[in-house]
Each structure stands twice: as C-alpha cells, then as structure tokens.
C-alpha cells in the first residue's frame, strides 16, 4: 500500500484511470490475456450494481433464470447479422473430456440464439406472453484492444432476453428498461446519462433498434454504459418461435434484449474520479464512512476505541455501511490519502478532544479541504451521516451534470466538430447523414453518433455535415 | 402445465426425480450436452441457497472476488494430483479472435490454480493473512454421465479459497466452513447432514484432507452436499507463494479451499419430496404461501379478490413470500396440485364462506389431507402464519432426521452390508481397511465409504471387512 503520486488526469486520463483502478485495489490483470481478476473492493461495488438493478428488474416483473455458458456454433448462424458481428470475437472449445468435439461450442458472447432456443419450447401461446427473463452471467469476447472493466475478454454482465404479443409491447418494453438503466445510473451512480437511440451503423448485430444510455466521463469523452435493443421479429423468425395468438392465428413474437455489465464500474470512476482517486457516491459505495481513530498512546487509545466502538454500533444500527481503519503503525494522514483513494464518501475523525467535547470530525470526499469538513456532536450522530450521504450524493449528481452541460457544445459546421473534438467535448448538431457519412466522420475525428437523443428541440436545421436538411438533432463525440 | 401422474418414488426413486424436476419446472435439458437451463423457479430456490451462505460467509469474514473462467493448460499441470484428478474432464478452448492460441486455455473445473497464482501476489507478510476469499462462479467439468443438478456438465457454486500463517489454523478454517455448510443444510435447508473427514482414496485432488456433510436422500442413497479441503501446504508450494513470518522468516503458507454447488438443489428435492411433488423448507422456498382465491360467479368474485388483497398485503408487509394464483379457467383442484407439486409449504384458500365467517383455510404441504387443514381467524394471520412457517420447517428436518436415523444400521459383517445395500439404508462399521479394500468393496457392493463421522463412539471393536481391531467406525452407502 505504498502511496505514490498518480498521474494528474490533466496530465493523461488514460494513465490516470490505468492507475487508479490498481491503486484503489478495484481489479488486476490476470495471466490470461484481456481478463481481469476484479479484487473484493472492486466487487463490492458489482455487488451494489448488481443488487441495485436486480431490485428493479423484480419490480417490474422480470425472473432470473440461467443459460448454459457454451452455444452450439450453428445456433449463432442463424442470424445472419448477429454471426457477422460477433463471429471475430469468438473464444471456441474444440476439445472436451479428451476428445474433439463434432460440433464446435462458442463460449457466449451474448445469449440470444441459445434463450430464443428454449424460448420456442416456453411459448405456446399468446398467455405465455409477455415473457419477462433476466441472466446474469459471464460472458466473452476475444477483443484486440481491452482495457480494466470498459472492454475485458470475458464480462460479467446482465442480460434481459423477453417476448411480446405485439410489436408496441416489445417497443415498451425496451423503453422501459432503457428508463431502469438511467433510473440506476442517475440515482444510485450519480451519472447524468442521456437516452437515445443508435443509429443504424451503431446499433446491435440483429436488431431492429438500439437505444442507450451514455455517459460523459471526465475526460469529456463518452462511455455507451447500457443498451436496450428492440430486436423485432428477426430472432423470432430465426428460432421459429411461433404462438396462437387471440384470434388463434400463428405469429412470431416480437423479443427485446438488454444489457448492462461491469463497464459501469469503469463509468463510476471516470465520471467522477479525480486526482485523488476514486470518488465513489454513498448509494453504491461499498464503505460510506471509515472511521480513523487517532492516538498517540495507550492512555489516549482506551477512550477514543471506546467512543469509536459505541459510534460504530450506532451507524451500523442505522444500516449505514462502516469500517474502522485499526491498522497500527500509520499516521493519521496516510490513512486519510489511503481512503480518499478509495473514494469513501465520508471520513470520520476521533481523537482525544473529539471524546472530551463529545464530537467527531467529518469530512467530505466530494468537498475538499477545510471546506468539507466540520465538527458535530455525537448526539444524534447516525441521523447527521445519513443526511450528509443524501447531500453527497445529490452534490456528485450536480457536478457531473453540470460538467456535462459546460462540454455538450452546439456545432454548426464540420470544422467546428473537429476543432472540438482536439479540445474534447460533444457536440449536438442537425443530422441528416449516412451511415457512410458517420464512416468518414469517425475515420477523420475519431467521433460517432453517441445517440439521436430522446430529447429533441423540435424544428429543423441544417445538417453540419451534409448541407441537407434535417429534423434530427443527433450527439457526437470520441468514445471509449 | 398438464398433469400427469409422477412415478412413485416407490417404483422407480430415480425416474421420480428425473420427472419432478421438470413438472416443478425447475429446469430443463438444453441442446448442449449434460448443460441444464435452470428455470426462474429453480433459479429462485439457488437464490435462497446462494444469500443463505453469502450472509454466512460475510459474517466469518470472507470477501468475494472474481477470477477468470479460463485457467492457462500449464497452471493445472503444477499440482501433480490436481491434474491427473481433472484432466479428463476438462473443456478446452484452442481457438479465440479466429486464430489457434499458443497455449490452450482450460474452462475452469475449479480455481485452486488461477486464484494460487493471485495469492502469490497479494501475500508478502504474516499482516496479509489469513487471507478469505470467496468466488460465486459457473464450472465446467466434462461428465460422462450427467443428472439434473446432481451432475452436470456447467454448474454453479461458490468456492472459497483462503490462506493461514499456520497449519492450525488452515484447519481450523477448513472445519468452520463445514460447519457453515452444516448449519445452512441444517437450519435452512431441513436437511440432516452429517458431518466428516473423507478417506485418502476419496478425498479432493491436490488435498491434505477433504471434509464432507453427506445427507440421506429419500432412497436411501447418500449425496455429498457440500465439501471443505485443507490444503496443507501443497498449492502453496506447487505455487511458490511466501510470506515472512513474525520471526521474519520465509514460510510457504497454509490454504483451504470449500464448494457448495446447484447440487444442494438436488438434495432439497431428494431429501423432501414425494410422490405429489417437491415439499420445500419455508426458509428456502421461493414461494412460501400461495393464495387461491375461490369463487363461482362474479358476485362472489369481488368479495373474496378484496379479502384476498387486503391479506396479501399483510404477508408481504410481514415479508412472508407469497403468490396469489390468479389462473382463470383452472379448478381449484388443479390448482392445489400445481401447487403441491411445486412444493409451496402452505396454501391459503378464500372463498365466500370465509369471506362471511372472516376465516381462511392454510393448507400445509408437509401434513397431507384434513389433518395438516385448519381454518383460522383473518385477525391476526401474518402472525399466524409466521409460526406456521416455523412450525414446517421444524417438522420437515424431524421427519428427515427421523427418517435418516431409521435407516442407518450397525453392520459388522460384509455379507450384512451386502444384504443392507441391495435393500437400502447406510451401513455404521468398525473400519480398519485400506483404499484398495474400499476398492473392491466398491466393485462388489456399489457402496462407498461416505465418511469417517466427526461424531465416534470411542472404544475400539473389529472391522467388519478386514477383520482387523479397529479404532474408527465409518459410514459406507451408495451415493449419487
């Protein structure tokens, strides 16, 4: 636990992040290449995505169920937009129990083809419908270029997979879980993601629409954190899922997909890290307080370890997640750097005077300095935390959402992209390209279409590409 | 949803569950052989297994972490036993990204390996131990013959591994895990295990000694239910990993290593159901108390859809889990069957006499017919009922323990454990032989030695095989 400077995000962000993943003891590489060993600090915070979202998929009718890990090598052929898109990334076992296989098993990239095969057994008819399943599972994918948590060979990840009677209520139900992805992301990881939907060129290999959720990080860059995908019949019509609907006529139903992986604990610390460290919000932080006594012999310790143990029950009573730093042998003020690397939002100070005056020092993460921090009585002391996390959170809100409104620029012309795209930013333009223009944009820029956000300003402009006319406001920028 | 009879447990043990884990729809078969689809129900009930044994591993300690699923060919080969143990089971990914890999990545069947080789990093000092990890994680073991939960080809589990300063206290760690094992089968799973030490012949791969809790199941047979390995020095070793002790010396240190898979399922069912269906302990249930409102015409409908609103709402306010059955075009008949072989401990049943008479019927799915019926006052029926839940789950581990102690039988010579395995039951010997013995006792009879029982009389007698005195008695029965 040495405590070396880290490289200032201004600096460069990419090494800043590199750093800080390690040096807030989230993750490690692993021998195998691309895949990460996610530490229990790091999986703590997947334990709160996990238990954050797996609450709201129940509330809305959805059930988990598991899929076997290996899929037949024909299944994915059967979608011929799906195989194009995910056959390079395919890790593939050819040899089991000592024998080669007659067919081939891809190791999932995503479960589609296998959950629409058992799907033709579940639906019969139209009273089996909606059918609402949710898995999560790990996942891989053979990627060249991997990076902790925002692209790793193999992913831990949920993925919705449900059928509809009719093409609105797969329509709504991919909204639907879109606003459950920006419920989570805005509420609990204090993330200001906007909805929209992917163009064409970006969308999921098989869908008919993607929508998602993106996030601006700190280096202004974007970070697709969620999708939801409208996959219309097309898988249906694959796996011949077929059910006798009202009128007792045959159809295909109409399925929906969505994901969401361990790419939002990259999104947690991009969006509001700094060069400190972590800074995690109270909702989803494994620790919310640590408390460090402070001593400086035996006779100072018996009454401080008194107080902090007496307090400790207290904000455990009120369910608010603590941890007392006993570690010997460390100052004071490499404890505070210790865990402000590791981003709890609220440190707790006891020494000596704090027990004679019946106080406690607390100090704010998202608040530097002295500024953040302030003297309160013992008395009543689970209710003074547990307002202050609230505040917390709501200030982190504020901040990303403010620093993500001051770097969304309005551009009118293409030269403008560009220069923005040097500086860092993303744009919001009048867009009536091609998927061949977005092709050119990216090759020239390095940005594409983030999304053709929800909310639009109605009217019409100029398309700052194409000179064409356009009705359609649309969101550029570099991502990772 | 048809009903059709299940073959009785009587005529064919293992035809019955082969069937009722499917009509409870548990799970199915997937196209990917010796793969299971485990269904939401099923999905439900491992839920219940997996937070009754994370609550119990957070409060001795254990932090969970994640590994990845695939283990470099050369990592297995390093623990002599480990190897020549898994090899013939493993699935083997050679080709990744569309091109053959230098070296084979193995899909774990365990991670003693890939989680030895972190450890190695993370352990300097005597101050990093002892070391509590826990992984919840899919495993992948090529099985010839595969069963619905008890043995197939993917599984899920948990597998901690952790490491000691000394041998004393790798085993003591090694024992407090089973009995955590012990205590959830126990408390919350209505099961009776028995806890022991495994023989050298049948002890874990690579380990100093294996620890089991074996339960009875309903013919007799016994399931290994979870298992706990004290790993002496061995990984440690074949590993390389060190620390500096207090004295400052180089020690390699001591690791353990225990599992608990979807297996456990399989003992829940084998160990309660019958011939009607699963029965299953209220703490694990999915579904603790299903509601079947009754009614003959809409007049009588509204009161009793009221009623049965109104006390829904208590239950779940008592956080009793229920489901109120509202199938049209069903008769209540079917739907107690359906319920009963989905094993539910209590039916409510409203109709308009109970409306009148402010009563419900609760229906106990451990007391068969008029006996386990009783009416109750709807004054009062969270409370009621919570001690109904009780009162089952105590009865279903009496009638288990019960059962299990009738069929363990005192057998002191090898023409009686022939006779006691071909009718069932588990044999209690004085033991003094070697794995060769248990070998043909294996061939000859199909019995094997389950485990040498924490629990000894003391005393010495005469084994039953050899002849030899001995000092030990052993459990020997046929085993899933």
Redesign the interface.
């Known amino acids: 636990m040495a405590q070396q400077a880290v490289t200032p995000q201004s600096v460069d962000f990419s090494k800043w992040y590199n750093e800080i993943v390690y040096k807030a003891d989230l993750c490690?590489l692993?021998?195998?290449r691309g895949?990460?060993?996610?530490?229990?600090y790091g999986?703590?915070l997947?334990?709160a995505v996990k238990s954050g979202l797996d609450r709201r998929f129940k509330a809305t009718g959805h059930?988990?169920?598991?899929?076997?890990?290996?899929?037949?090598e024909s299944?994915l052929k059967r979608e011929a937009q799906h195989v194009e898109g995910f056959?390079?990334?395919?890790?593939?076992?050819?040899?089991?129990?000592?024998k080669e296989l007659e067919e081939?098993?891809v190791?999932r990239p995503t479960s589609e083809t296998?959950i629409m095969?058992?799907f033709k057994?579940w639906i019969q008819s139209y009273r089996d419908l909606p059918l609402l399943?949710n898995q999560w599972?790990?996942v891989?994918r053979?990627e060249?270029r991997t990076r902790p948590f925002l692209r790793t060979t193999?992913f831990?990840w949920q993925e919705g997979h449900t059928a509809h009677a009719t093409a609105d209520e797969a329509e709504a139900e991919t909204m639907q879980m879109l606003d459950v992805y920006a419920d989570f992301a805005i509420t609990d990881a204090a993330i200001p993601v906007i909805k929209g939907r992917k163009t064409e060129r970006e969308k999921f290999a098989g869908a008919a629409h993607t929508y998602t959720i993106e996030a601006m990080m700190g280096d202004k860059k974007a970070l697709q954190s969620g999708t939801s995908h409208n996959l219309g019949q097309n898988f249906a019509k694959a796996f011949e899922i077929k059910f006798l609907d009202q009128n007792n006529e045959s159809q295909h139903p109409w399925t929906t997909s969505w994901g969401l992986s361990t790419r939002m604990i990259g999104a947690i610390v991009m969006a509001h890290g700094d060069d400190k460290g972590l800074r995690l919000p109270p909702k989803v932080a494994p620790i919310q307080v640590v408390l460090v006594p402070i001593f400086k012999n035996d006779d100072e310790k018996a009454p401080v370890m008194e107080a902090v143990a007496r307090l400790s029950k207290e904000l455990l009573d009120a369910n608010i997640r603590i941890h007392v730093d006993k570690r010997e042998g460390m100052s004071p003020g490499f404890k505070y750097n210790d865990w402000e690397m590791r981003g709890v939002p609220v440190r707790m100070e006891i020494g000596p005077k704090d027990v004679q005056n019946n106080t406690v020092a607390l100090a704010r993460r998202d608040v530097p300095g002295k500024e953040g921090k302030q003297f309160v009585p013992q008395a009543g002391l689970a209710n003074v935390v547990q307002e202050l996390l609230k505040t917390i959170q709501a200030n982190m809100l504020q901040q990303a959402t403010e620093f993500r409104d001051a770097n969304i620029k309005d551009v009118s012309r293409y030269d403008e992209l560009k220069t923005l795209m040097d500086e860092g930013g993303w744009a919001r333009v009048w867009w009536a390209g091609s998927g061949d223009d977005e092709g050119r944009i990216k090759d020239e820029t390095g940005a594409t279409v983030r999304c053709i956000p929800f909310e639009q300003p109605g009217g019409s402009g100029t398309c700052f590409y194409t000179g064409k006319p356009a009705d359609t406001i649309a969101l550029f920028a570099k991502a990772y």
């Open positions: 490690e692993s021998p195998v895949c990460l060993i996610i530490k229990p999986y703590e997947w334990e059930q988990n169920a598991y899929f076997p890990l290996f899929i037949p299944f056959s390079p990334e395919l890790a593939v076992v050819t040899i089991a129990g000592g081939p098993l190791v296998i095969d058992s057994n399943i599972a790990n891989v053979w060249m193999e831990l």
